[in-house]
């Protein structure tokens, strides 16, 4: 299924490439991520991507070389990997999204989304299994889904999500996420969430990530974005609830994350990401006590 959706969104990209050259100006892109756990599994990834043409932060294509790390107690891969991406659209809908290869597998993404008030999103990802089995046996998992938000007053907001997940094997997990997002001050970017998931796997236990049938998460959080300096942005999220899933009973659940940006309308952008969870996520092996650290920053300078 994801090899023949993946192999129509490259041809899709390719095939999008001479309408999006007539944008004018290129430009070079960087970017980093790096994560650790308490499971001892650590992720690294660095790219070096240039832009043929870049019209604006919404319309641009180009192509990206990365290089990917993934280790463990007592395990290590290394793979490379090269990208063809591309972001466009008119009117009220934008896209984007790259497909490449590390040499054996097809990975990538796409996004088709409104830029109406009740904002639309069909998402496609698809990536390498980051655990020692995941690697060994080259399993990729596909995550495939819809998201919309829904303004309910001026100061309410609700988000839902739905979608997906294949992890190359006999496992199919379902995905529900829902947010209700309430601005307490506004004019100081001050508000209030519940943040509400859940997923289902169809075959729990399967190879060595976390899957354990049923997972449930409630959050409440507290954002606060600011601006300062002609567009500069930060935003500063913090999060506390409960999680529980099959096998083990409730337990504390806590999130933080700061977030940092440079205006976007200029011809250079930087963004740095920094974060903590313990929700075990698909590099996870276990859930009770987990514990995970990411960090990720992405640069673009325009010629």
């Known amino acids: 299924m994801s090899r023949r959706v993946h192999a129509v969104l490259a041809t899709a990209l390719l095939a999008a490439l001479p309408v999006l050259a007539q944008a004018s100006g290129p430009a070079l892109r960087a970017e980093g991520f790096g994560s650790s756990d308490s499971d001892g599994n650590d992720v690294w990834r660095a790219s070096l991507g240039w832009d043929v043409s870049r019209r604006d932060i919404e319309h641009w294509w180009g192509m990206r070389v990365e ?8 395990w290590d891969h290394q793979e490379q990997r090269l990208f063809v991406r591309a972001a466009g659209g008119e009117g009220g809908w934008r896209w984007q999204g790259e497909a490449g290869s590390n040499g054996h597998d097809l990975l990538g993404s796409a996004s088709v989304y409104s830029t109406d008030e009740k904002r639309k999103e069909f998402f496609l990802e698809r990536d390498v299994l980051e655990t020692r089995q995941g690697v060994g046996q080259g399993l990729v998992h596909t995550f495939a889904g819809a998201a919309i938000d829904w303004p309910l007053s001026g100061r309410w907001t609700a988000t839902g999500l739905a979608g997906l997940q294949d992890f190359g094997g006999a496992n199919l997990r379902r995905h ?16 209030l969430q519940l943040r509400l998931r859940q997923f289902n796997d169809s075959d729990p236990g399967e190879a060595d990530y976390f899957a ?4 449930r998460q409630a959050l409440g959080v507290v954002s606060v974005r600011r601006f300062f300096g002609g567009g500069y942005q930060l935003r500063a999220t913090a999060g506390y609830g409960r999680q529980d899933f099959t096998g083990v009973g409730s337990q504390p659940s806590r999130l933080l994350e700061l977030d940092f940006q440079t205006p976007k309308d200029r011809g250079h952008f930087l963004r740095v990401v920094a974060g903590y969870s313990d929700a075990p996520g698909n590099g996870a092996s276990q859930g009770a006590g987990y514990r995970y650290r990411y960090a990720r920053v992405e640069g673009v300078w325009a010629f």
């Open 176 to 191: 529900l996420r829902a947010n209700l997002v309430y601005a307490l001050v506004p004019e100081q970017g001050l508000s």
């Open 212 to 215: 354990p049938g049923r997972y």
């Open 67 to 74: 290089h990917a790390r993934f280790s463990g107690t007592g």
